[in-house]
């Protein structure tokens, strides 16, 4: 396909995408045209809806209609700006709406054991015991949470000025653990790692500030060593934070805050965490939750 190959370049040089996202644009496409039987650039809306209801009766899960729909949009948005086709139907057909899923969690038993692992004799040991607990005790994303300069912090207020999503800034307060063995890197392990005079509050060997993926792998080896079974993430102990903060009384509102989101409707999932984990309870715990 002439066209199908210029678009795939056009994916790589213009938008510099991954080699691993053109082959599921040329995958995803590539499966239209033998729905289509070759006859991709005279499409009709009835072709399209056609080839929807194929991806439901071929069980194919929410998740991945989105990504073909989207990467038959964009290929169709492509054609049009090359004047090829003078319609996108794709665009017309709305991709299916994702089951919520709650968010999980790490219980306390799983956040100590994290505590334990980094030896704080050595620098660091000392900055991957902090980078733990800043994610657990504020709720930062990994991406906000690597950002931080020195300056935005006030250690006597417990607080941190944070820079997130939109630029948008918000003030966001950890507790006296977290500032002690703060303090701690800031003056012993951070020291030793701040070869550059760096600005930034977290330090790789080189003295360079820590990547996402950095802190990611970080969070990996330390699960690892606390032999726990499950994922852990930078964003499930964001979730940890939030629901933890509800299940101790904090108001909506607040949490919303701290967490940087703009709507209270993405905050309110974690009411359903706190719900779920109040009815477990109640069977645990009520004699007759079975037999009412």
């Known amino acids: 396909m002439k066209y199908l190959s210029e678009f795939l370049e056009y994916l790589k040089v213009v938008k510099k995408h991954s080699d691993n996202t053109i082959i599921n644009y040329q995958v995803d496409i590539l499966e239209f045209n033998d729905f289509m039987k070759g006859k991709i650039l005279g499409i009709s809306k009835e072709d399209v809806n056609n080839y929807l209801n194929y991806m439901y009766e071929m069980n194919a899960s929410k998740s991945t209609i989105s990504r073909k729909l989207s990467s038959l949009r964009t290929f169709y948005n492509y054609l049009i700006s090359n004047d090829i086709v003078s319609t996108n139907y794709f ?11 709650l968010p999980r969690y790490v219980n306390d038993s799983d956040i100590d054991k994290m505590f334990m692992i980094p030896d704080t004799r050595k620098p660091i040991g000392q900055r991957n015991l902090v980078i733990i607990r800043m994610l657990y005790a504020t709720g930062v994303r990994v991406s906000e949470l690597v950002n931080i300069k020195i300056k935005d912090i006030n250690i006597s207020e417990r607080t941190i000025r944070i820079l997130g999503k939109g630029s948008k800034e918000r003030i966001v307060i950890f507790g006296i653990n977290t500032s002690r063995e703060l303090k701690k890197y800031l003056d012993d392990g951070r020291r030793k790692l701040d070869v550059r005079n760096s600005e930034y509050l977290f330090l790789n ?26 994922h852990v993430s930078p964003h499930m102990l964001r979730h940890t934070f939030a629901t933890e903060m509800l299940n101790n009384g904090a108001d909506l509102v607040s949490v919303k805050d701290l967490l940087g989101h703009e709507s209270l409707n993405t905050t309110s999932i974690y009411t359903h965490v706190s719900d779920e984990m109040i009815r477990k309870v109640y069977d645990k715990a009520h004699p007759r939750a079975h037999s009412e």
């Not at 665009?91 to 899923?101: A, E, G, I, Q, W």
């Not at 060997?205 to 499950?230: H, P, Q």
């Open 91 to 101: 665009s017309l057909v709305k991709n299916p709406r994702k089951d919520k899923s």
């Open 205 to 230: 060997k080189d003295g360079n500030r820590l990547s996402d993926r950095y802190v990611r792998k970080i969070i990996d080896d330390i699960i690892v060593k606390a032999s726990i079974s499950m």
